[in-house]
């Protein structure tokens, strides 16, 4: 089974902090997505990235920055983390034309 | 701009009963995705279709893609209890392309 894992399920940052999410897939695929979700706005994509070191901006990329120097990583970086930050983060991996695998997310709430 | 639009947003099911999800999106797509979401969980992958006139089926639901309508559809039969959860649907316009989810639909199954 392919395996998606963030490195946190709940993470609590003050305002003006710099925050990493971190995700990891172990199936070797191509793709990887940094969604948000929030309630009545569905998933909004973030960044993501068909290789390494190759990034594309997604629906709503200000405030956030990604890295991805290996295949298997992609992370997503708050810069200065606000307020308005607070949501529900999900990665997600795919390869070709298969649906796309996500994590378990990662609820970051910024005080 | 890709835009994937769900209807209705949420859809209140009585047991035993057939009932019908749309997702239309607004450029040319070779991949359409279904997906559900249990409340605090993760994404899970139900369907992809890759072609027009494309039809899938498992258990009670159904999905089908007309690509020159830009419309997929979920067809419920006889809903249960179990099928509640928020549906989303997501288009992807090539292989290093954007995968873009519609906001949803929550279906909740009442006796």
């Known amino acids: 089974d392919v395996k998606v894992t963030q490195s946190s399920r709940y993470l609590v940052k003050r305002t003006g902090e710099k925050v990493f999410l971190e995700c990891v897939q172990d199936?070797?695929?191509?793709?990887m997505f940094w969604y948000r979700q929030d309630p009545g706005l569905g998933l909004r994509l973030i960044y993501f990235?068909?290789?390494?070191?190759?990034?594309e901006k997604g629906d709503i990329p200000e405030g956030y920055s990604v890295s991805r120097e290996k295949k298997e990583r992609f992370s997503l970086i708050l810069e200065s983390a606000s307020t308005n930050q607070t949501s529900m983060y999900l990665c997600?991996?795919?390869?070709?034309?298969?649906?796309?695998?996500f994590g378990q997310g990662t609820r970051l709430t910024v005080v | 701009e890709l835009k994937v639009e769900q209807n209705p947003l949420f859809l209140s099911m009585q047991e035993g009963k057939n009932y019908t999800i749309y997702c239309n999106y607004s450029?040319?797509?070779?991949?359409l995705y279904w997906y559900r979401q249990d409340p605090g969980k993760s994404l899970e992958s139900l369907f992809v279709?890759?072609?027009?006139?494309a039809v899938k089926q498992e258990g009670r639901l159904m999905a089908s893609l007309d690509t020159k309508a830009r419309l997929s559809t979920l067809h419920i039969t006889a809903a249960v209890h179990d099928l509640s959860a928020t549906y989303f649907c997501?288009?992807?316009?090539?292989?290093?392309?954007?995968?873009?989810f519609g906001k949803g639909i929550t279906l909740s199954v009442r006796p």
């Open positions: 450029t040319t797509s070779d991949r």
């Open positions: 997501a288009v992807r316009t090539g292989a290093n392309s954007k995968l873009t």
């Open positions: 997600a991996s795919s390869s070709g034309y298969l649906p796309a695998f």
């Open positions: 990235s068909y290789d390494v070191k190759m990034k």
């Open positions: 199936m070797d695929h191509e793709n």
């Open positions: 279709l890759l072609s027009n006139g």
